[in-house]
């Protein structure tokens, strides 16, 4: 019983964190899902000096948006795929949000 509960518990938590994640290929995507308090999942270059230009571009009254992670599983990354704040080759998926 108790592993059904916690089965039913994990499954609710996933769809709401999955309801909440948003995919994003452009900066104006980027940027729309951020004013909507999103998880973005965008393609990424990985380099730090692009994440320092993204946290500058976004930083408001709210807080600036970071990278927070790259998913173990990465989604297919097309070729020819590009960094939606640089515009170069991306190199992986990573989740983007806004720290407060």
Known sequence: MLDN???SLFDIAKQNRDACVQTVKTWDEFVEA???R???LAPWCDEEEV???????TKGEVGAAKSLCSPFDQPE?????KCFASGKPAKKWTYWG???
């Not at 994440?51 to 571009?57: F, H, N, P, S, Y």
């Not at 990354?77 to 795929?81: A, K, V």
């Open 38 to 40: 999103k998880l973005i």
């Open 77 to 81: 990354l097309p070729e020819g795929t």
């Open 5 to 7: 509960i916690q089965q």
């Open 34 to 36: 951020l004013n909507q």
């Open 98 to 100: 806004r720290s407060y």
């Open 51 to 57: 994440e320092r230009d993204v946290k500058a571009r």
